[in-house]
């Protein structure tokens, strides 16, 4: 087993992450014991986050200790494996209500995630639920995915993020590279985009990207 970022392991050519809650499996991945430890095999299929890692994302500002702000939690495939990365808080932001359904009970196993029903759009809406904030994973499908990231940076004062850019919501008549383009142009105008990673063939017109405030 060997360590690919702090808390993230490469068994085998496959991700995994130790489980930070032993024996609970979250989407039907695999679990592995070894050395006494548990650990959840993480699907690049499932999880943009995953993807990212295994196409050669060289940052990852998720460590041990830091607090997540988590926008577009769904159900928590990859909320729980960045869970099992950090012992800081992960405020999992979700706008369905059906989603959130499935999201309370892991939350109510995993104590570090903590749900959270709202609207990424409005940051000042979940604020009272919300401690400091060290890094923003963003990956909602939305129309404004760079401004919505810009104003949940802006409030709560991130110092890093990395955002999942899905094309196909921006626009699906124009082509995936001049909408990257356009996000990107949006982003670098406040923040340094450390680097960009095509998602491709795990998911279509997806781009994972890292972005650090400037000092
Ligand atoms: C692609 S899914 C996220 C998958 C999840 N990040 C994972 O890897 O496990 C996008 C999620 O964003 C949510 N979403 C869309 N717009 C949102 C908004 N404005 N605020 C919060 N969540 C939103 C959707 O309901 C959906 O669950």
Request: proline share 4%.
């Amino acid at each position: 087993m060997k360590q690919v970022f702090l808390g993230v392991y490469n068994l085998d050519g496959q991700l995994c992450t130790e489980n930070s809650a032993k024996g609970l499996r979250v989407y039907g991945e695999k679990l592995v014991k070894q050395n006494n430890r548990e650990y959840r095999m993480w699907d690049p299929f499932r999880s943009k986050l995953a993807a990212a890692i295994l196409k050669g994302l060289r940052n990852m500002p998720i460590r041990q200790d830091s607090n997540v702000l988590y926008l577009g939690a769904s159900t928590g495939t990859t909320a729980s494996h960045v869970a099992d990365m950090t012992k800081g808080f992960v405020y999992c932001v979700e706008v369905s209500q059906r989603m959130m359904r499935e999201l309370l009970p892991l939350c109510a196993v995993k104590k570090n995630m903590i749900p959270i029903l709202g609207d990424a759009k409005h940051p000042q809406s979940y604020a009272p639920l919300v401690g400091s904030v060290d890094v923003i994973y963003q990956d909602v499908a939305q129309k404004n995915q760079a401004e919505i990231l810009l104003r949940n940076l802006d409030y709560y004062q991130a110092k890093d993020a990395m955002l999942a850019i899905k094309a196909r919501s921006i626009s699906s008549v124009k082509d995936p590279k001049v909408v990257f383009k356009e996000e990107l142009g949006k982003l670098r105008g406040k923040y340094n985009v450390l680097e960009t990673v095509d998602l491709k063939p795990y998911d279509k017109d997806h781009m994972m990207v890292s972005v650090k405030a400037r000092k």
